[in-house]
C-alpha cells in the first residue's frame, strides 16, 4: 500500500464513481387535485435500471419512507407520493372525493403516466398494498415487482383481538380519540426515526384541516373492511415476484394475513419475510435486513426484464 496521502485507492475510486442522486419534490395534479410528489435525479445511466416507487400507507407521508428513497436513489429512480387527504396532498372532503382502494389505484395509474414511468418495482405499505396489487393485476406488464411491507385489507376479517382498533380505524370521532394510541402502536421499538415520525404526527394533529385527514382516513377503512375479498382476489391475479415483508411487533398486521397474502401472489406465492423486533414500519427498526430483502426482489425483477428483452 502505497503511503502518499494525495494517492487515492480503488475503493476511493470506486465510491466517487457512485451515481449521486438528489430527491426533489414537485406537485403533479390529477383530476384537479395536487398531489405532493418526489423522485430522483441522476445520470441517463439509471435510466437501465427498474424504478422503485414507494407507495405510503394511509395516514403517512412520503417523508416517512425517505430512508428506502435515498438508499437505492444511487443505483435506479425512485418515486413517491403522499395520497389525496393526507401529507402535502390536497385534502378533498369525502362528499367530492372517493377515498377507495379502486379511486386510489386508478389515480395512481395516471400518475404514473404522467411522470413517463413505464414500467416499476412497485412498494406499498398496509392498505397501499392493496392498491399495489390491483394495479398490477389490471396491468401485469408495467408492474416488475410487488413488495407489500405489512400489508392490511386482505383477510376475510380481523382478528378478534384487532377488532377495536379496526372500529376506531373507521370512525372519525373515535379515530380522534384513538390515535396518539395506534401511532405508538404501529411504530413499535423506539428508534431516532421513529422518534421524528411520532412529533411530525403529533404536530400535525394540531394542523386545522387534520379534521378531513381523518375523515379520509376513516373512509378509507371503511372502504377497505368492505373489499376485503376483492383486494384478496387482486394479490391472486398478480404475475409479478412478489415478496411480503411483516415486523415481527406489528400490532396490525398478524402473521396470518401476512402469512395469506404471500400464498395468494400471482400463480407460485410469494416470499414472505418476517424481521424480528420491528413494528408496523420495519425498514425504520431493521433496515440493513429489509434492505436485503427488498433488494432481492429488485434483482429478481430486473433478471425478468432482461430475459423478456
Not at 386508478?106 to 400518475?111: D, N, T, Y
Not at 426515526?193 to 381523518?214: F, Y
Not at 397474502?261 to 420495519?282: I, Q
Request: charge should be neutral; aromatic fraction near 6%.
Amino acid at each position: 500500500m502505497s503511503d502518499d496521502p494525495n494517492q487515492k485507492t480503488s475503493a476511493d475510486a470506486g465510491a466517487q464513481a457512485t451515481p449521486r442522486a438528489e430527491l426533489s419534490e414537485r406537485g403533479v395534479v390529477i383530476e384537479g387535485q395536487r398531489i405532493a410528489s418526489v423522485m430522483s435525479d441522476g445520470p441517463r445511466a439509471l435510466l437501465a435500471h427498474a424504478p422503485l416507487i414507494a407507495l405510503p400507507d394511509v395516514g403517512a407521508s412520503w417523508q416517512e419512507y425517505r430512508a428506502i428513497l435515498a438508499r437505492f436513489a444511487s443505483s435506479r429512480r425512485v418515486f413517491a407520493l403522499d395520497w389525496p387527504g393526507f401529507g402535502g396532498s390536497a385534502r378533498p372532503a369525502p362528499a367530492d372525493f372517493a377515498y377507495t382502494l379502486e379511486h386510489y389505484t386508478a389515480l395512481f395509474g395516471q400518475w404514473l403516466d404522467s411522470l413517463g414511468v413505464a414500467r416499476a418495482v412497485l412498494l406499498g405499505h398496509g392498505l397501499a398494498a392493496g392498491v399495489v396489487t390491483r394495479y398490477a393485476a389490471a396491468h401485469p406488464l408495467r408492474a416488475l415487482g410487488l413488495a407489500l411491507v405489512g400489508p392490511l385489507g386482505f383477510a376475510p376479517a380481523p382478528p378478534r383481538a384487532e377488532k377495536l382498533a379496526w372500529r376506531a380505524l373507521r370512525s372519525p370521532r373515535l379515530l380522534r380519540l384513538a390515535e396518539p394510541t395506534l401511532t405508538a402502536l404501529a411504530l413499535g421499538p423506539t428508534t431516532e426515526e421513529t422518534q421524528q415520525i411520532e412529533v411530525a404526527r403529533r404536530l400535525a394533529r394540531q394542523r386545522p384541516d387534520h379534521g378531513a385527514t381523518l375523515a379520509a382516513t376513516a373512509a378509507l377503512w371503511r372502504d377497505a373492511d368492505a373489499a376485503r375479498a376483492r383486494t384478496l382476489e387482486s394479490a391472486r391475479q398478480t404475475r409479478a415476484p412478489g415478496l411480503v415483508i411483516r415486523g415481527a411487533l406489528d400490532p396490525l398486521c398478524a402473521a396470518p394475513e401476512a402469512r395469506q397474502v404471500a400464498e395468494a401472489l400471482g400463480e407460485r406465492g410469494g416470499l414472505e419475510v418476517t424481521l424480528p423486533e420491528a413494528g408496523h414500519l420495519p425498514h425504520l427498526q431493521q433496515p440493513e435486513r429489509f434492505y436485503q430483502a427488498l433488494e432481492g426482489l429488485i434483482l429478481t425483477a430486473e433478471a425478468n426484464m432482461a430475459a423478456a428483452n
